[in-house]
């Protein structure tokens, strides 16, 4: 891990919920003092407080180590504020529907921000009965691929895992499809809108 909490975010959390320093310390089972070294940079929390102090504060472990909390504004719970992490040492794909601390390898992963399709990221979307067939023109090597692709709506988000030297292409359900979304390992996130897409070449 290359990250641990600082006695600047223990110190900011604190005072945001109106604690003194001998009351965290009286909720944690240590002294004043070493909340004081902790917010000094003179110490840090040994690893078996950290929980106890992300209770505490009503903040996951993760939050508390990244010092980003993340307020829960997505009450609607609505997909169509989808976003992306990939993990650049494994290849893991995270979908949150909001705003989210992820970490995966130690590494806190920023959300992809995805671009309009171009000329090296053309994407063929057909209507056949009930799915969008989606295709993407695009090489598959195993050095520049496509990683996956994901249709969005509303209520759904339906992703397909594409591999190299495998084939760039998926099926979705139609159904409140708003949002078509695909991953190029070199060159990021892309997006289009299904409608727009459909019988281009």
């Known amino acids: 891990m290359n990250q641990y909490v600082t006695g600047t975010v223990i110190r900011e959390l604190r005072e945001k919920n109106r604690m003194t320093q001998l009351q965290l310390a009286e909720r944690l089972g240590v002294s004043d003092k070493t909340v004081s070294k902790w917010e ?14 992300a209770k505490v504060f009503r903040v996951s472990v993760t939050e508390l180590i990244s010092g980003n909390t993340v307020q829960n504004a997505n009450v609607s719970a609505n997909m169509m504020r989808s976003k992306f992490h990939v993990c650049p040492v494994c290849g893991n794909v995270i979908h949150s529907m909001g705003d989210a601390a992820i970490h995966c390898h130690g590494i806190l992963l920023a959300p992809l921000e995805a671009e309009p399709t171009d000329e090296q990221h053309l994407i063929l979307i057909e209507r056949v ?26 209520d759904k988000m339906q992703l397909v895992k594409l591999y190299p030297e495998g084939n ?34």
């Open 129 to 154: 009965e009930d799915e969008y067939y989606v295709r993407i023109d695009h090489s598959m090597t195993k050095e520049h691929y496509i990683s996956f692709t994901a249709a969005v709506s509303s």
């Open 40 to 53: 000094t940079g003179k110490g840090y929390p040994d690893i078996t407080l950290l929980e106890p102090i």
């Open 168 to 201: 760039a292409e998926a099926h979705f359900k139609i159904r409140g499809v708003r949002r078509i979304f695909f991953y190029c390992n070199r060159d990021g996130l892309f997006s289009i809108d299904p409608v727009k897409g459909i019988d281009s070449p």
